[in-house]
């Protein structure tokens, strides 16, 4: 938990995350003192529940920060080469004129 805290940025999340942290510390010292098992139902809720929401926030900032690197980008943006601009027009113009209900192109010229 203290890798979650020291590695988010944004403070409110550093929070929850101390603020769980610091509940399972707790839970454990109780535990200890009293030499009694776990109420498991109390752990559910003040540790595994606030765990698995916190879980899902860290995750959609992860996204939201790295959304800018995981967007598609086009590879090929290299101009064609003189010798073959004119064959690659032809070419996108025959795929532009297909008949689109039969998938035919115009005969080539």
Known sequence: MRDVEEMVG??????????IR???RQ?????KRHGEAPKWEL??????????ELK???RAEL??????KNELVPIDRDPVPAQFTDAVRRYYE???SADVE???MESPR
């Open 63 to 68: 996204l939201r920060r790295t959304a800018s």
């Open 43 to 52: 752990v559910e809720d003040l540790v595994a529940e606030p765990l698995r």
């Open 10 to 19: 944004d403070a409110d999340l550093r929070a929850r995350a101390n603020s």
């Open 56 to 58: 899902q926030e860290v």
């Open 102 to 104: 039969t998938g035919l």
């Open 94 to 96: 025959n795929l532009g």
């Open 22 to 24: 610091d509940r399972v």
């Open 27 to 31: 839970m454990r010292s109780e535990m």
